[in-house]
């Protein structure tokens, strides 16, 4: 099984700050996917194939990365980007998600 | 368009089952798998498997193997998830959800709150 792990798990930022989450993989993946959670909700689909954003999502995120190293990029923070951010790979048939970034604004 | 409804949540004893229901709409159910995923309170998500409604075939994580049974009524358009032999660490928030044409996990069920307890 391949382990996710990102980093930082909690972070705040201020208002236009730039914030960049990592996800490292415990071996190589072809691409990484991440989901947007909100308290009570659902995760929503965000950022798949590693850099392509989900219908809706704003053009301040971005993803990016390759074999064990992925990050996922916000330009500068806004207030409703507030939420727990996950990073997902499928490979070798088995699926796993990070442990997620709890992101906060300042 | 694309809807999954999940059955309401389920207070059960330890050592008892619960079937969950996720029923399909707004598309072809058997054009595309159902994987469940299981959230702990306050935790990340881990993936239990999938089915393909046409066939039947499931695909299992192996932690998850020997505590849940996955099935489908195609009549109904109604996938289910059984979970046996429950604990407390069987207590989570459990999803279903599909992929979209391109975008892994593009569609979720609400999600269904199983707390184990006597």
């Known amino acids: 099984e391949i382990v996710l792990t990102q980093s930082p798990t909690t972070m705040a930022a201020s208002p236009g700050e730039k914030v960049t989450i990592t996800c490292r993989a415990s071996?190589?993946?072809?691409?990484m996917h991440w989901y947007q959670q909100k308290p009570g909700a659902s995760p929503k689909p965000w950022i798949y194939d590693t850099s392509k954003l989900a219908s809706g999502v704003p053009n301040r995120f971005s993803g990016s990365g390759s074999g064990t190293s992925y990050s996922l990029t916000i330009s500068s923070m806004e207030t409703e980007d507030t939420a727990t951010y996950y990073c997902q790979q499928w490979s070798s048939n088995s699926l796993t998600f990070g442990s997620g970034t709890k992101l906060e604004i300042k | 368009q694309v809807n999954l409804l999940q059955s309401g949540a389920a207070l059960v004893k330890p050592g008892a089952s619960v079937k969950l229901s996720c029923k399909a709409s707004g598309y072809t159910f058997t054009d595309y798998y159902i994987h469940w995923v299981k959230q702990s309170h306050g935790k990340s998500l881990e993936w239990i498997g999938y089915?393909?409604?046409?066939?039947?075939?499931?695909n299992y994580n192996e932690k998850f193997k020997s505590k849940a049974t996955l099935t489908v009524d195609k009549s109904t358009n109604t996938a289910y998830m059984e979970l046996s032999r429950l604990t407390s660490e069987d207590s989570a928030t459990y999803y279903c959800t599909r992929w979209g044409a391109a975008i892994p996990f593009a569609y979720w069920g609400q999600g269904t709150l199983v707390t184990v307890s006597s």
């Open positions: 089915i393909n409604p046409n066939s039947g075939y499931t």
């Open positions: 071996s190589s993946v072809s691409y």
